[in-house]
């Protein structure tokens, strides 16, 4: 019995030591949620757009022109200004208008002059987005300030031509806002009479620039 009464005794004791020796042992450190995961924005060709172009022209004169030779060309610079939509298919559609400045000219050995100083385009742009990449095709009405002199004669007639004009790029986003692109034009401005050869003339060029834009 005493035996019996021992046993008991020291299992109340032993119960009774064990959450203190359960408070001695180390604790597991505690478990950390997971960071949350913050999603990089997708980017989208949506949006206004602002930039800035150069590049290189030549010319093959029409008409009158192509008689005297006359195919200017030259260096030119300018800016543009547009806007993008991108669709759930990643098809992109777009308005874009430019402003050139240049220095298209060509003498021949006639003693005639024909020289492009300033042209623009307003275009419709299509094109598929591959992520930052977006290649596109494009057209639409051109102009341009074109001037042609009989130089021996001291007689000069300009005319604002109206054409068309169709092309296509690449454009590359390297942020959310800054694009780079390349661009090849075909344009054609027709044929206008100038009182300075009694005759029409006109002239096609192609463009082929890289530009900037900053997208808003």
């Known amino acids: 019995m005493k035996k019996i009464i021992s046993s008991g005794v020291a299992a109340v004791a032993l119960l009774a030591a064990a959450p203190a020796f359960a408070a001695d042992l180390p604790q597991p450190y505690p478990t950390k949620a997971p960071a949350a995961v913050i999603a990089e924005p997708v980017f989208t060709w949506t949006g206004f757009y ?9 010319a093959n004169g029409e008409g009158a022109a192509d008689t005297l030779g006359l195919n200017p060309d030259g260096f030119i ?58 290649p596109y095709v494009t057209g639409g009405l ?25 092309g296509g ?34 002239l096609t060029a192609n463009i082929v620039r890289a530009g900037v834009n900053y997208k808003f």
């Open 77 to 134: 610079g300018g800016g543009q200004i547009g806007f993008n939509y991108q669709f759930d298919n990643n098809v992109v559609l777009g308005a874009e208008a430019d402003f050139q400045g240049g220095d298209l000219k060509d003498t021949s050995i006639y003693g005639y002059e024909s020289k492009l100083d300033y042209f623009g385009t307003v275009r419709a742009r299509l094109g598929y987005a591959m992520g930052n990449v977006l």
């Open 50 to 58: 602002l930039g800035a172009n150069a590049g290189y022209a030549w």
């Open 142 to 166: 051109a102009w341009g300030h074109n001037e042609v002199k009989d130089t021996l004669l001291g007689l000069s007639s300009s005319n604002t031509a109206v054409g068309w004009t169709a």
């Open 169 to 202: 790029g690449l454009e590359y986003a390297l942020t959310n806002n800054w694009t780079v692109k390349a661009e090849y034009l075909y344009m054609d401005l027709g044929e206008d009479y100038y009182n300075s050869i009694g005759d029409k003339s006109g």
